[in-house]
């Protein structure tokens, strides 16, 4: 982790002001950066820190005792820690940089107790939370499956152009911000592309 200070500072608190997230203003967010492939909290560690990613992707995994990998789906402007400050206890997922990442950052051991009685701060971390409960009880949610399903709609029904996100999420029954997640993952990793106008497609498709 390598802080961000001077302009690059300024203009992250700029779009990103403490006062979007809390009520308290005696509340200070930092900022901070992480290159890719760098840990953010290891599984079973306290973090120092409460973190909003605000630009990059993460990976939030932990592995099962049959030694295979589970990928937690994540979303845009997702908070990591948030759990571990609200129960006080470490938890068995681990956060990597997927990509070079910047991110806000809050001192758990300085502002902890502000943070738990903080009205903003506890409606967002009530709505993520709901949200991310709601995806893992939801059929069809292991992540693998369901890039899977994407790839495979975008091949086989969309014949390697996909124009409408909103029909996709219909027809392979998840939601849109979800489809959306996987959709942003696969172009990071070159397997699809994101052309204008909102069209995904294979790289070998006009």
């Not at 502000?114 to 971390?125: H, S, Y």
């Not at 070159?190 to 498709?205: A, K, N, T, V």
Request: aromatic letters at 10%; glycine letters at 6%; hydrophobic letters at 40%.
């Amino acid at each position: 982790m390598r802080m961000i200070s001077g302009k690059k500072a300024a203009d992250l608190s700029a779009m990103y002001p403490s006062s979007a997230f809390f009520s308290d203003p005696s509340i200070h967010m930092e900022y901070a950066s992480w290159k890719k492939g760098e840990i953010l909290v290891s599984a079973f560690d306290m973090p120092k820190y409460l973190i909003f990613l605000f630009s990059g992707t993460v990976k939030i995994s932990a592995y099962r005792d049959d030694g295979s990998e589970f990928v937690l789906p994540t979303e845009e402007n997702i908070v990591i820690g948030d759990i571990q400050l609200m129960t006080g206890k470490p938890s068995p997922f681990y956060a990597e940089a997927v990509t070079d990442l910047a991110c806000g950052i809050v001192d758990i051991e300085r502002y902890g107790e502000r943070l738990k009685n903080d009205v903003m701060f506890l409606r967002g971390t009530l709505s993520m939370m709901s949200e991310r409960m709601e995806m893992m009880l939801r059929p069809g949610i292991d992540p693998e499956s369901a890039e899977e399903r994407v790839l495979s709609y975008i091949g086989n029904i969309c014949r390697g152009r996909m124009e409408n996100i909103t029909h996709a999420s219909q027809a392979l029954h998840l939601s849109r911000r979800h489809v959306h997640r996987i959709l942003s993952s696969l172009v990071d990793r070159g397997l699809i592309i994101h052309d204008e106008y909102g069209i995904y497609r294979f790289p070998d498709s006009i």
